[in-house]
């Protein structure tokens, strides 16, 4: 049974203990400045990914990601004797994307911010195409002579072609009888 609480407690252990390690004993002169943003424990708590970012630019991720993967059983052996699991969990480090993330999305919002200026700026001096507010108010002339008009049109709707008194009486095909004809759909010649 996969317990979470336990794999996230794991996890948080396993991300403090190899950045202390990361800063205090590997001297690998390719490490660069290496930030350890998060780790996950698969539930069976054997295997440990360990999420991470660089400083600098492309050639400097590659030696980190080198120096990272000879520094691996080290900082595997140190996970084990400061945690003190059964089992150790293997660990495989992932440069992080949320860097390159942030960046899209800030980048996303700067378009958006220069496409709001430009229409803040074709739009200064503009006026509404029609009045500033098109909703009559109680207070306006004819108001009320035209909501008394709209009531009787709406009373006129309500006593429709349902109340003639001959309506809905058929003859048993679908037909219906004329108003005044009380012969439930005979036809008398």
């Known amino acids: 049974m996969t317990d979470n609480a336990r794999a996230r407690k794991l996890a948080d252990r396993i991300q403090v203990v190899v950045a202390e390690t990361l800063d205090r004993r590997i001297k690998d002169p390719r490490l ?3 930030t350890i943003t998060d780790a996950r424990v698969t539930g069976d708590l054997r295997e440990a ?3 991470y970012t660089v400083y600098g630019d492309d050639e400097e991720r590659a030696a980190s990601a080198a120096a ?7 900082l595997r052996s140190e996970v084990g004797r400061q945690t003190g699991v059964r089992f150790t969990p293997t660990l495989a480090f992932v440069p992080d994307a949320l860097p390159d993330n942030a960046r899209t999305i800030e980048d996303l919002l700067d378009k958006a911010r220069a496409k709001d200026a430009e229409v803040r700026e074709v739009s ?3 006026t509404y195409a029609g009045e500033a507010d098109p909703y009559r108010k109680p207070e306006d002339e004819g108001y009320e002579e035209d909501a008394e008009a709209e ?4 009373s006129e709707a309500d006593s429709g072609p349902e109340a003639g008194s001959g309506s809905g009486s058929g003859s048993g095909d679908g037909g219906v009888a004329p ?9 008398t010649k």
């Not at 990272?68 to 080290?74: D, F, I, P």
């Not at 009531?151 to 709406?154: D, E, I, L």
């Not at 108003?179 to 036809?187: E, I, N, P, V």
Request: charged letters at 20%.
């Open 124 to 126: 200064t001096g503009k």
């Open 49 to 51: 990914t360990v999420f």
């Open 179 to 187: 108003a005044g004809d009380d012969t439930d759909g005979a036809a």
């Open 151 to 154: 009531a009787a049109a709406g």
């Open 68 to 74: 990272l993967e000879s520094a691996k059983g080290v």
């Open 32 to 34: 660069g400045f290496v």
